[in-house]
């Protein structure tokens, strides 16, 4: 009896397919080994009909691993334009263009829907495509504040070290930490020289990765004193490698380069009384004279302790009512006072 009903499910899929083909011959996509562009083309086509890599491959007398091939091309693709669309949800650029409109139409129904589609686009991050932003996100809340808080704790975003740009930079008070992010869909190509240049502005340095990818960054950093994050597959961050402190590569210059002209001169002022009176020109290199001339571990906390200054008190209030989903989007985009009332009127 049960091969009886074997060959009739086998029976049944023969037919599904053969009636597949013919729909896809008579749309024109007709057999036979053909140029690249066109297998694609052909491949993806009779797919949707057929849905059998076996017969796909035999109508275009091509093995089953390019028939794969060709599917998971297009998957991928499709995949990084659906990032690409999350990305633009997920931006500064996206929240001005719902402040503007609850700024025009002075009621919050106004931004209902948008506020739906980002909380909607966080779930298919949650699910599916979990980019730079959800890792940041994650970090932001369970690091800064669930670990620490605003009133000790300064979150820096895409900051330019030396040649490399770290993904997030956390200060708490004047000690910072550098968090490198590497998602399922990153590389570690560029890991080595963007490790070196963090150790020059801060002791401890982390890499974020999925769990997948922990076992190949592991084997890369055993030996080194980078520490290492995973991100669960249940979403949550678990400690795998704790960060040893190493300050011997600490730079001045570099650490220099973070600061902004009114802190660089109240550093420069509170430790030497006074400023270069020099011509406009050479008053930068002239700071950056005095500044090298502060003991390297001083001057690191003196330069931490200037940039965790910069956390204003609106911030904190703002971040205590949004969302979980969106609390690094609206931390990192840095709007002004009036952009933040605004937010907290939409949220409260």
Not at 126 to 133: D, F, L, Q, S, V
Request: glycine residues 4%.
């Amino acid at each position: 009896m049960l091969i009886v009903f074997a060959k009739f499910e086998r029976d049944i899929i023969q037919q599904r397919t053969e009636t597949g083909l013919d729909a896809a011959r008579k749309r024109g996509l007709i057999g036979g080994r053909l140029a690249i562009d066109g297998k694609r083309k052909g491949v993806h086509a009779l797919f949707e009909v057929v849905e059998s890599a076996t017969d796909i491959a035999k109508e275009y007398n091509i093995v089953r691993a390019t028939v794969y091939k060709i599917i998971n091309e297009k998957r991928i693709k499709v995949r990084k334009m659906q990032q690409s669309n999350l990305t633009n949800i997920y931006s500064k650029k996206y929240i001005e263009s719902m402040l503007k409109k609850y700024d025009y139409y002075k009621d919050l129904r106004a931004v209902n829907e948008n506020v739906e589609e980002l909380l909607e686009s966080y779930e298919i991050m949650k699910k599916h495509y979990r980019n730079e932003y959800f890792y940041k996100n994650t970090l932001f809340n369970k690091l800064v504040l669930g670990k620490h808080n605003l009133n000790t704790t300064y979150a820096m975003n895409e900051v330019i070290v030396n040649k490399s740009k770290a993904d997030m930079i956390i200060v708490n008070k004047n000690s910072p930490i550098v968090y490198e992010i590497k998602t399922e869909l990153d590389n570690f190509g560029k890991l080595e020289h963007q490790i070196i240049d963090y150790y020059k502005i801060a002791s401890l340095v982390y890499v974020v990765t999925a769990e997948n990818t922990y076992y190949p960054l592991y084997r890369i950093l055993k030996d080194t004193k980078v520490g290492i994050y995973v991100l669960t597959n249940r979403n949550t961050l678990s400690l795998k490698k704790k960060a040893e402190e190493d300050e011997k590569f600490l730079n001045h210059k570099v650490l220099f380069k973070l600061l902004r002209k009114s802190e660089y001169e109240r550093i420069v002022m509170g430790y030497f009384g006074y400023l270069p009176n020099v011509k406009a020109f050479e008053y930068y290199t002239e700071c950056l004279k005095l500044f090298m001339q502060i003991e390297i571990l001083e001057a690191q906390k003196l330069v931490f302790n200037e940039i965790w200054e910069r956390e204003e008190e609106f911030v904190k209030k703002t971040m205590q009512i949004i969302p979980y989903e969106l609390r690094w989007l609206i931390y990192s985009s840095k709007f002004n006072t009036t952009g933040y009332k605004k937010i907290l009127d939409i949220f409260n």
